[in-house]
């Protein structure tokens, strides 16, 4: 798989624009916290997907197809459904990890992304979680509330259906790989 097909799966993974979408109620800084813990937690799972998947003797192949078939759940979900209602209560100082880092950055896509692409290609995973970090920031910042929740909600269904072109791209190197 080519380094611009990962780069694009993080980017569709961690969507900032998603993350403004979701939480209109936090603040810009409360949104970078939550891109930049997701961002860490990405590259975590790149640089220890190696030796987890052979302590627990998983091939790089089973889960790229595996990380494919739950990257595609999440795409047709958020294509056909596209948000869902907004986290409008923020508590205090914590609002950068929750709501806006977990459940809203760090989702299963982009754990599984990221695992399936840290054991085949580490500089490619690591180049994509910067890149997609990079644009998830400028994009959070955007605020996204009232009649301008229509483009959120339709973003996030776009970003669906790129993210569900990158996962059929994953599960057919996955099974082309076996």
Do not use: C, K
């Not at 979408?21 to 997907?49: E, H, M, N, Q």
């Not at 190696?50 to 759940?73: K, M, Y």
């Not at 205090?92 to 992304?113: C, K, Q, T, Y």
């Amino acid at each position: 798989m080519s380094a611009w097909v990962s780069v694009l799966g993080f980017v569709f993974a961690l969507d900032g624009v998603r993350i403004s979408t979701l939480t209109p109620a936090a603040s810009g800084r409360d949104r970078l916290v939550g891109v930049a813990v997701a961002a860490g937690l990405a590259v975590v799972v790149a640089l220890l997907a190696e030796p987890v998947f052979e302590a627990g003797d998983v091939s790089p192949e089973t889960f790229r197809v595996a990380a494919g078939l739950i990257v595609s759940a999440v795409a047709v979900r958020r294509l056909i459904l596209g948000g869902w209602a907004p986290y409008t209560d923020v508590p205090g100082r914590w609002g950068g990890l929750v709501p806006v880092g977990f459940p809203v950055a760090i989702s299963p896509e982009l754990i599984a992304w990221a695992g399936s692409r840290g054991v085949d290609d580490l500089g490619a995973a690591l180049l994509g979680i910067g890149v997609a970090a990079v644009v998830a920031a400028a994009a959070s910042q955007i605020t996204i509330t009232g009649a301008n929740a229509r483009l959120g909600d339709a973003w996030i269904r776009l970003s669906g259906a790129g993210l569900g072109a990158v996962a059929v791209v994953l599960i057919i190197d996955g099974i082309r790989s076996v």
